[in-house]
């Protein structure tokens, strides 16, 4: 949805210098972008996606800025965060109409380097940034609430500084509705979207179950994901 409605890109190109910039700070997630990418027409199947992760392959397990569309290498959670934040103090040093967004997860506003980002943003009035917080409620080790609690996200927010909203996360219609309200505000703070979301959305056993952190899918397994995805996309 961001690609498809807010991120620019001048004549679809990934590097080009007037093109808005898609953060992703939890590194990890960079498979969801490898699809978006494909989409996009950046990724050639052959050279590409039929070697994800093997040898030789520019596709990684985490974001790497290497690869044509990715903005980060990220993976060392906390960090691509402030990279996008001295990205956008950037692009407002040179006046451009260019914008950020940063994606983070809920467990990755433990790391230092956010709060530090955030208070810069803050400081120097970055509107042109926008970080998204994928609160699903997990992290590596278990639960937020468990590793690290962190009470209200959007208070902590706003208390930073932030123009803040929460929306439901897999509602497309409400996201969008909500990132062009935060885009098109007058106000000279940094936007913050707090979207709320279900680790393992759509696939039964999946739901709110931390082990698909790092289990990988057998044979049998993609052929249950896909038939549950597909039955929901049915409904």
């Known amino acids: 949805m961001l690609y498809r409605s807010f991120v620019r890109y001048p004549g679809g190109d990934p590097r080009h210098p007037d093109r808005d910039y898609l953060v992703l700070s939890k590194g990890h997630g960079v498979m969801a972008q490898y699809a978006c990418m494909r989409e996009m027409g950046w990724l050639n199947d052959k050279e590409h996606i039929e070697r994800y992760f093997g040898d030789g392959s520019d596709l990684m397990g985490l974001s790497d800025s290497r690869t044509p569309g990715l903005e980060v290498s990220s993976g060392s959670l906390g ?51 926008m970080m998204i917080v994928d609160a699903n409620g997990f992290q590596a080790m278990g639960r937020t609430d468990d590793v690290m609690e962190l009470g209200s996200i959007r208070q902590k927010l706003e208390s930073f500084g932030f123009e803040t909203a929460d929306v439901d996360g897999h509602d497309q219609g409400a996201l969008e509705t909500t990132i062009r309200t935060l885009i098109d505000s007058d106000s000279p ?24 952190h790092y289990r990988h899918l057998s044979a049998q397994d993609y052929e249950a994901s896909i038939e549950a995805l597909r039955a929901e996309v049915a409904l």
């Open 79 to 129: 960090h691509g965060f402030s990279v996008g934040v001295g990205i956008a103090e950037g692009l407002r040093r040179r006046g451009t109409d260019q914008r950020v967004f940063a994606i983070v997860g809920d467990g990755e506003l433990n790391e230092g380097p956010i709060w530090e980002g955030m208070l810069f943003a803050s400081h120097n009035k970055l509107s042109n940034l």
């Open 189 to 212: 703070r940094p936007k913050a979207l707090v979207a709320k979301t279900i680790k393992g959305k759509g696939v039964p056993f999946m739901e709110h179950d931390n082990q698909w």
